[in-house]
């Protein structure tokens, strides 16, 4: 199955945030940078070859302090079956969507809220609004709109704002459901709110049906950080990712086949701290691998996970050849 591709054209700004580093604010999932066509959740019986390891996803959106209009998240192709969703045997997949806000949300405080497994207290917050999805041809191909919420309902962070939560469980069947978000003013139209953003800690997507497609991803790295462990799932040995970074121009790391995961650590110069890293998956060139669905992860030396922000904080990360650096990568698998 090909997706369609559809062009949304959006509104940035370019604001200083409180580390005083210059960031792109945006509020598609994916993001109009990461050139990825949708998120995937298979169901509640799904089996992992397919290309999701624990069959739930977790997000969460950013709201600015300032901002005190509506919220509103939307939710593109909900349902499981039609157009774009990855069928097996009968169109069976449920997917509860459920959204979170107030204490308990902040995942740099609560880290089960942070959905990297769905176990323990993932589901932290306060349930706002939730909805199971199946097949229904009302929602293929089109959005359904959670909220409206006020942006005190999220869990204020001084450093990130409000925080809204978002877990995507699959609650039956064995499909994959293929879908988007996006956090806007309005119910009915993509409209962005200036300031917010969006961020994940696994990451699990779809790769386009294009050999010549290239997706990426980028992972903020903080102060403090010597070296990020990267691991990456059921890859398929489609092609090549590589790191690239304002000092980096381009290492591969070893990656997964069918079913497994594949680890890797990245040593991580000081010209790279306060910035994002780009992780570039490129497709394999001498066929083509159809629908395939990736996991990624990435934590520092202390084992905190790293956000992967859809807008990369301090914008794309352009390598600059006039610095040289040559890190050592160990990998494990």
Avoid: C
Wanted: charged fraction near 25%; avoid cysteine; proline fraction near 5%.
């Amino acid at each position: 199955m090909r997706p369609k591709i559809i062009i949304y054209f959006f509104l940035f700004q370019i604001i200083i945030v409180n580390t005083g580093i210059e960031a792109l604010y945006s509020q598609p999932v994916p993001g109009q940078d990461e050139n990825i066509p949708f998120l995937v959740t298979f169901g509640k019986v799904g089996e992992t070859s397919w290309g999701d390891d624990d069959l739930s996803q977790t997000w969460f959106f950013s709201v600015p302090k300032e901002y005190n209009g509506r919220v509103y998240i939307r939710v593109f192709d909900p349902d499981t079956g039609g157009e774009h969703d990855e069928q097996k045997g009968n169109w069976d997949t449920k997917t509860l969507y459920s959204v979170y806000g107030g204490r308990g949300v902040d995942p740099e405080i609560n880290e089960d809220s942070r959905g990297l497994q769905p176990t323990g207290n993932y589901k932290s917050g306060t349930l706002l609004a939730s909805k199971i999805f199946s097949e229904d041809k009302q929602y293929d191909n089109k959005y359904y709109t959670f909220g409206p919420f006020n942006p005190a309902e999220g869990d204020l962070s001084e450093k990130w704002g409000y925080i809204f939560k978002v877990i995507a469980d699959g609650a039956g069947g064995d499909d994959g459901n293929l879908y988007r978000y996006f956090l806007s003013r309005e119910p009915n139209r993509d409209v962005p709110i200036e300031g917010a953003n969006a961020f994940t800690y696994e990451y699990t997507f779809r790769m386009w049906n294009n050999t010549k497609s290239v997706s990426h991803i980028y992972p903020y790295v903080d102060e403090g950080v010597i070296y990020v462990k990267q691991e990456n799932f059921d890859w398929d040995d489609d092609g090549a990712v590589v790191i690239v970074s304002r000092v980096r121009k381009g290492i591969t790391v070893p990656v997964s086949n069918e079913d497994n995961w594949v680890e890797s650590r990245i040593h991580i110069s000081s010209e790279e701290i306060n910035s994002s890293l780009d992780f570039q998956f490129h497709k394999k060139q001498e066929f083509l691998v159809r629908n395939n669905n990736v996991v990624i992860s990435i934590e520092n030396q202390r084992g905190d996970n790293l956000k992967f922000f859809s807008a990369p904080i301090g914008g794309v990360p352009i390598y600059k050849p006039n610095i040289i650096v040559r890190p050592k990568v160990e990998s494990k698998q």
